[in-house]
């Protein structure tokens, strides 16, 4: 039970296995959101027990958060756990993944082209008052290159692109400031050819390395302009689990039934909280930097809209309770392929509206001088898999626009059996990379 494997730089291209998904039990919990939230440095001293870790952390790397950029990152998770409670109650039977940070990236891009009102009420909504657009294009650069350099160990890569159509006048400036501060590929095609949404498509399965493949089924006629952001993340665990040590176990939904999932077990030193409301558990990948971290509620019939209702500030307190020490560890091994049906519904409820409206009240003329323009869609799939070895996560937002229509101390137990929530993180910082929500299936 105490074997266990340390973690070597891994071959990228380590194939992923994609069992049955469902999980270990106790109770009552059945969900667990996978919320990895790569859009999102929380720079808070969030865990104070975890202070020298993060200091050694931080003196091996060669970027300095500037404060802007602590800005963009305390705003974006405020963003992440806001959404958090949308699909959580969208989805109060089910898992769910979610990638906040590209969502966040993807309508950083869209901005470059928003102005008046609807550019106020974007910048607002993702708490980047105050600043300059530059700034704002600054900092997000800046974010990315430091997601992307952070652990020579883990692959973490962020993609961004414009697609227009070939017969729309698209402003220079708009595509060159995409360009230049989101390194986003800019392609003119003829969506009228039956063989486009296959040239987007291949794009997005070449950047999330095979995870998701088809976004784009057809395109409107008054389709002119596709925003893509994809992310791709693939990590070991710092320490891995023994394959031979995984065994089926009982999972308990949040319908109180019980299901059989393969669980994984590890005894070893992590960082923890086992005590009152909560259970915690904290997983490093590759050189530690970022880390999968679960949330469990310890009362096994608490379930009930503890997913929607669990706040950043819940976050922060439990993160600041951590410790290390010596712990059984038992985690199901699944995968979650989650697509975000009602993102855009979602968004306008929380207060972004304006980017959707008709009648002329959206504003992007920094796109185009020429036709007015609306948002008319955004897509968001989140797809992950957690093994012994580690794990592999993807998630892409596309953004469509639209011409406007009118002896010892006993040990702790930390024992993954019920939904729980999940965090891939960085831990020097507190950037929220993903977050999630495993139910079992």
């Not at 400031?177 to 003829?190: G, K, P, Q, V």
């Not at 509206?353 to 948002?375: C, G, Q, T, V």
Request: hydrophobic share 40%; proline share 4%; net charge negative.
């Amino acid at each position: 039970m105490n074997s266990m494997y340390r973690a070597q730089q891994y071959p990228y291209s380590k194939a992923i296995r994609y069992d049955s998904l469902s999980a270990y039990s106790v109770p009552k919990l059945f969900l667990i959101v996978a919320l990895l939230v790569l859009s999102t440095l929380l720079i808070t001293s969030s865990c104070d027990l975890m202070d020298s870790e993060k200091e050694a952390i931080e003196e091996d790397s060669n970027e300095v958060v500037s404060e802007a950029r602590k800005r963009i990152i305390e705003e974006s998770n405020t963003f992440t756990f806001d959404l958090l409670s949308m699909v959580a109650q969208d989805n109060a039977q089910e898992s769910f993944f979610v990638s906040p940070l590209s969502i966040t990236l993807a309508f950083g891009m869209a901005l470059n082209g928003a102005d008046g009102h609807t550019y106020d009420q974007m910048r607002d909504f993702f708490g980047l008052q105050g600043l300059s657009n530059e700034e704002i294009n600054k900092n997000f650069q800046a974010l990315s290159r430091y997601l992307t350099e952070l652990d020579p160990l883990v692959r973490m890569q962020i993609a961004n692109s414009v697609w227009y159509r070939d017969t729309f006048e698209v402003l220079t400036d708009f595509l060159e400031t995409n360009r230049h501060y989101f390194d986003a590929e800019i392609e003119s095609l003829d969506f009228s050819d039956p063989k486009a949404p296959d040239i987007i498509n291949s794009w997005i399965h070449e950047k999330t390395h095979g995870l998701i493949d088809e976004m784009i089924e057809d395109i409107s006629p008054q389709t002119v302009m596709f925003l893509i952001n994809a992310l791709y993340f693939q990590g070991d665990w710092a320490i891995q689990f023994d394959p031979e040590q995984t065994r089926d176990a009982p999972f308990t939904t949040v319908n109180g039934e019980q299901t059989t999932v393969p669980m994984m077990q590890v005894s070893e030193e992590f960082y923890h909280y086992a005590v009152d409301d909560w259970k915690v558990i904290d997983l490093p990948y590759g050189d530690h930097h970022y880390r999968f971290t679960a949330f469990l509620p310890a009362d096994q019939d608490s379930y009930n809209g503890f997913a929607d209702s669990f706040s950043r500030q819940h976050y922060q307190d439990l993160l600041g309770r951590l410790s290390k020490d010596t712990v059984d560890v038992y985690i199901p091994r699944f995968e979650i392929d989650f697509d975000y049906e009602n993102i855009k519904e979602d968004l306008i409820h929380m207060g972004l509206a304006y980017p959707f409206s008709r009648d002329r009240l959206a504003d992007f003329s920094r796109i185009s001088a020429n036709e007015p323009l609306e948002i008319s869609d955004v897509m968001h799939r989140a797809v992950i898999s957690v093994d012994e070895e580690g794990s592999e996560a993807a998630a892409v937002t596309v953004i469509e626009i639209i011409r406007t229509s009118i002896g010892e101390p006993e040990r702790a137990v930390i024992r993954l059996n019920r939904p729980f929530i999940f965090f891939i993180r960085d831990a020097a910082s507190d950037s929220i990379l993903f977050m999630g929500f495993y139910a079992g299936t």
